[in-house]
Structure formats: structure tokens, C-alpha cells
């Protein structure tokens, strides 16, 4: 089985210009998560999806990000326009349940997206 | 302030020696613990999680360790394969159910094994 894919692996753009993530989680997999870690820092939260709704999506630094979840397969995160900041490995994670507390729903993670912004 | 770090920040050992990890926190209330491995260009893999009543959880040649009333958790890692360097990283989730904002990362531990 086809574990959690990510596209493109790496994007370097220049600043003021837009750059589409794509993710495609586990088949089957209803909750979907995009986390981002900028260099020397921790992983962080973006936002999550059931199926095609978003759930929470507090961890959105701004408005220049959009994620959507068209049909509830896969998910794109569109930066635009893209600021020197935005730069980091931006990660997608699936489960086939909700993130509880306690044990909860295994996260499987993508191989993330390097973006640079130049 | 919830947060979550870990020492030492790199480490390098050489092949077949063991090593520990460790994770201290300040996330409360507390709900789990998770330990990811991380191999260069990969996401995260789940390790091992444990709750509040979890003492020990094992993996393999992984054995992660909890301690909730000083808050601080370890890694073991026996017999090290070159495989095993990877970064090494503890999450904490708070006990705010379904909220996965309050997933803590770590930094992660990045770990070197030589032959």
C-alpha cells in the first residue's frame, strides 16, 4: 500500500511568487494534516482536515496560505505570494481517525516539501 | 509556557554501542507522549506512544521510558545499527481532546552512527 506522497519534493521560488503543495494521503484516510518546521525550529501545526472540511486550522500563519481538500482525497497548500519566511519543509500527514487524546490515531507522515524562497 | 526539549541536541556513537535520549516537558495537562525517528528527507515514523500509565514501551531495540511526575521521558536505543542515525524527536499531546494544535514538538535529537 502507497504510503503518504508529497509533490514536489523541493521548490525554490523568489519572493512575491506562488507555489502550489500537493499531498495525497493513505487511500482511505479521512484526517489530513499539513505541519511546517522552518530551520532551527520544531515541527508546528498548520491545520486539519476530515474529509473535505477543514477542522482546525489555527496553526495558519496568515492569509497568504490556502489549503483545500477538494472531494476529500488529496490536499493542496497554496503560498501566495511567498515571503522569505515561508521557507522550510512543509509536511502532510494522514490517519484514518481523528487525532484523540490518549493513544489516538497514528499520523503517517510524507516525505515533505523543501521550499525556498529566495 | 508548554514545551518540550531534548538533549543532547547531536550525538555520535559508534556501531553496536548503546545510547539514551532524553525528553523533558512542561505540557499540561498531559495526555501522551510519542517518539519519532526521522531519517534524512523522510517524515516523521512513530516509535513508540505512551500515556499517563505507561512506564516503559518497547520497539525492537527501542525503549522509550516515562516518568510523568518529573515530566521527563528517554529514549534507549541497544546494539546501535548504522541505520539508527536519524533525528530522534519527542512530541507531547496535551489532554485537549482533538485538538491537534496541542501536539508539542521537540527539536529532536540528531544521532550518528559510525562504523
Known amino acids: 500500500e502507497a504510503g503518504v506522497t508529497q509533490f514536489p519534493s523541493h521548490s525554490v521560488i523568489e519572493k512575491g511568487q506562488t507555489v502550489t503543495l500537493r499531498c495525497d494521503p493513505i487511500s482511505g484516510h479521512d484526517n489530513l494534516y499539513w505541519y511546517r518546521r522552518v530551520m532551527g525550529k520544531e515541527i508546528k501545526f498548520l491545520l486539519h482536515f476530515v474529509k473535505e472540511s477543514k477542522q482546525d486550522e489555527s496553526g495558519m500563519p496568515n492569509n497568504r496560505f490556502l489549503a483545500e481538500r477538494t472531494g476529500g482525497t488529496y490536499s493542496t497548500l497554496k503560498v501566495q505570494p511567498a515571503e522569505l519566511e515561508d521557507s522550510g519543509v512543509y509536511f502532510c500527514a494522514s490517519s484514518q481517525g481523528r487525532l484523540l487524546s490518549g493513544r489516538g490515531n497514528e499520523q503517517f507522515f510524507g516525505p515533505g516539501t523543501r521550499l525556498t524562497v529566495l | 509556557k508548554n514545551q518540550v526539549e531534548q538533549s543532547p541536541q547531536s550525538l555520535i556513537i559508534l556501531e553496536g554501542k548503546n545510547c539514551t535520549l532524553q525528553?523533558?516537558?512542561?505540557?499540561?495537562?498531559?495526555?501522551?507522549l510519542r517518539w519519532y525517528k526521522q531519517d534524512t528527507g523522510r517524515g516523521p515514523v512513530s516509535l513508540t506512544i505512551?500515556?499517563?500509565s505507561e512506564n516503559t514501551k518497547s520497539n525492537g531495540r527501542y525503549t522509550a521510558t516515562l516518568d510523568a511526575d518529573t515530566k521527563q521521558s528517554s529514549l534507549h536505543i541497544t546494539a546501535s545499527q548504522l541505520s539508527d542515525s536519524a533525528s530522534y524527536i519527542c512530541v507531547v499531546s496535551g489532554s485537549w481532546a482533538g485538538n491537534n494544535r496541542k501536539l508539542i514538538w521537540g527539536l529532536g535529537t540528531s544521532l550518528g552512527v559510525n562504523p
Open positions: 505512551m500515556t499517563f
Open positions: 525528553c523533558n516537558y512542561t505540557v499540561s495537562p498531559f495526555s501522551n
